[in-house]
């Protein structure tokens, strides 16, 4: 059997997503052919015991305090940016200058004026690079995907989607640091908009096509917040929630919603697209199923179908169990890493690369920008 060639990654962050990345590298090779066999060579993160804690947990063969000097090693093949939104512009430049690989955590940015040196970056060194909007790889989001494409919604006409969570409704909790940097607008840039409409943005674009217009509102309900980092009380500068109308190149109709305010909702992103001749609905609660109603069925049994995407057709799923077993979220990820390095053998970026993040990043600024102005805003680029 022919040998693998060793990729050599090391991750920058050690929180939440570095947890994420560093399972799928683990993962993705035991469940899939790949042309390239992931190391782990190092993690990166500011706090010497919580990284030699987290190299030694998950198998990585070093660690490095200082991402400059993990970037400048000889080495390393690829970048994982793991940071909050702040440092990912700076590492991904400096990572693309050396030469080497960049994966980086959504959003690309803080802004799309942050993002577009990145994506020069990484065109000008030539170098392989994507963006983990992992919700397009659970395989009803990706069935979505190809559905849509093959015609069988017909043309579409409506495109909804909501992010709903409640993990800030306490005007106690505090923003800044490990965990909270999300409420603490200069480090993530924006609040629900970046965080979590990113993310359905992301979807939408993959499956619908590019936004044209946006219409948006936000607000803050707790306006002040003590930070973590200073010790004192200080203006909360993100968005709470926001909920936005567009329209989409093709004709259809958007509207987005993404609150931290929905009392009972833990992480509820939920979208549905009506076409000509049938609808789709999603759930990331239920994530392996899609429902499914096709105007085409005989009407005496024509309703919702809920399929159960689990069987070996169905995408991704042959690398997994046997039909009827579900898989969950951390899978999205492997999905990814497998992806990225299939796509490697054969030299075909990974989508989103970089250059098509800078397309959700666009609309994102758009509807901060409708949020500031009250009005309809174009989409830039
Ligand atoms: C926020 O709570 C968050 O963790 C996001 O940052 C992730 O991108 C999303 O997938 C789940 O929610």
Redesign the pocket.
């Known amino acids: 059997m022919a040998q693998k060639k060793p990729l050599n990654i090391g991750v920058v962050g050690y929180g939440?997503?570095g947890r994420t990345h560093s399972n799928a590298y683990r993962q993705a090779p035991q469940f899939f052919d790949l042309p390239y066999r992931p190391v782990l060579k190092a993690i990166c993160g500011r706090n010497e015991e919580n990284a030699r804690r987290f190299a030694d947990t998950w198998g990585y063969e070093g660690y490095e305090t200082d991402w400059r000097k993990l970037v400048e090693r000889k080495d390393i093949d690829a970048i994982d940016i793991c940071t909050p939104n702040d440092s990912h512009a700076e590492i991904a430049i400096a990572a693309a200058q050396a030469g080497k690989m960049v994966l980086c955590?959504?959003p690309l940015a803080r802004t799309l004026d942050e993002a577009r040196p990145m994506v020069e970056a990484v065109e000008k060194a030539g170098v392989a690079n994507t963006v983990w909007y992992?919700?397009r790889r659970v395989p009803a989001v990706t069935l979505t995907k190809q559905l849509v494409d093959a015609g069988k919604l017909g043309k579409i006409f409506h495109y909804r989607a909501n992010?709903l969570?409640d993990?800030t409704i306490s005007a106690d909790l505090p923003q800044g640091g490990a965990g909270l940097w999300?409420l603490d607008v200069a480090a993530a840039g924006s609040g629900v908009t970046g965080?979590?409409l990113?993310?359905c943005i992301d979807t939408a674009l993959w499956i619908n096509g590019p936004i044209e217009r946006v219409c948006a509102m936000t607000e803050t309900f707790v306006k002040q917040r003590k930070h973590n980092l200073t010790g004192k009380v200080e203006p909360v500068g993100i968005d709470d929630a926001c909920a936005f109308l567009c329209r989409f190149r093709n004709g259809s109709l958007g509207l987005f919603e993404s609150t931290?305010y929905a009392r009972g909702h833990k992480?509820l992103?939920t979208f549905e697209i009506n076409g000509e001749k049938a609808s789709v609905k999603w759930d990331l609660h239920d994530l392996h199923r899609l429902q499914y109603f096709h105007h085409g069925d005989e009407s005496v049994v024509r309703g919702w179908r809920s399929i159960h995407v689990t069987d070996a057709d169905q995408p991704y799923m042959k690398h997994w169990w046997v039909p009827g077993l579900q898989i969950g979220?951390e899978h999205t990820f492997i999905h990814q890493a497998a992806d990225f390095l299939t796509n490697l053998g054969s030299g075909e970026p990974t989508s989103p690369t970089f250059r098509e993040a800078l397309e959700s990043q666009a609309v994102c600024d758009a509807v901060l920008g409708s949020a500031r102005s009250g009005g309809w805003e174009s989409v830039g680029s």
Do not use: G, I, P, S
């Open positions: 939440f997503m955590e959504k992992n919700y992010f969570q993990w999300r965080d979590l990113a993310h931290r992480a992103y979220y």
